[in-house]
């Protein structure tokens, strides 16, 4: 079974990241969490995970403030396959969560990721690893990497050199797992997408829970 793009990027970064650690300061390592578990395992479903995660974002989303240009992207359980080349795409899943916002300034993005920090470990989330960059560093200025039980949670500071714009981000999930064939997947009233029609979730049920407390 093919895995699907999205789910391969975390490890992907992960390895720009390492191959591209010259220069930056190491900060702390005290190992990368809990290692992710595959398809098969005792790994908790996405069900389970995502009111979870429905705790943690909004605050780290709140921290921006009433005029935050951060924006949650995909609060959802999505498919660890391909849906393209996979007919089966529910039968592996996981719980993602994502936002992402630009920022103004050097300023302003550090006191982002310092007040992510301050509230994550406010919250028992247990801090793996940090590196940092000077702040005109062409890609990653600083990333952070907490877990929390079964989640794991990527905090990255981004500066594009060309036009000089910067972004902050904040990347939750958890591991795949094995479903049914009849599963279905669910998103989170928090994602962008929640009661709009789709192919993988129950856009209906959806539409009937929107305005319900």
Known sequence: M??????LLPLAAAALLVAG??????????????????????????????????LILPELLALG???????VR?????????????????????????????????????????AWKSRLEA??????????????????????????????LTARYDHAELGGSRSVEVLITGSCTE??????MIRSRLDPGYGLHSSYYDYAAEKAQRGRP
Request: hydrophobic residues 30%; proline residues 8%.
């Open 74 to 114: 995909e609060f959802r359980e999505e498919s660890c396959l391909d849906p393209i080349e996979d007919d089966n795409w529910n039968t592996e899943t996981r719980p993602l969560a994502w936002m992402t916002g630009s920022v103004p300034d050097h300023e302003t993005a550090q006191a982002t990721m310092d």
């Open 21 to 54: 650690m010259g220069g930056c300061t190491w900060i702390s390592n005290t190992g990368m969490g809990p290692a992710a578990a595959g398809p098969g395992t005792d790994a908790s479903p996405a069900a389970e995970l995502l009111p979870e995660m429905e």
């Open 65 to 71: 403030g009433g005029d935050s240009p951060l924006e």
């Open 179 to 184: 479903n049914p064939a009849d599963h279905q």
């Open 123 to 152: 919250q028992q989330w247990i801090h793996d690893n940090e590196w940092r960059n000077s702040p005109d560093t062409n890609g990653d200025v600083q990333v952070m990497l907490y877990h929390h039980g079964e989640l794991e």
């Open 2 to 7: 093919q895995k699907k793009a999205s789910a």
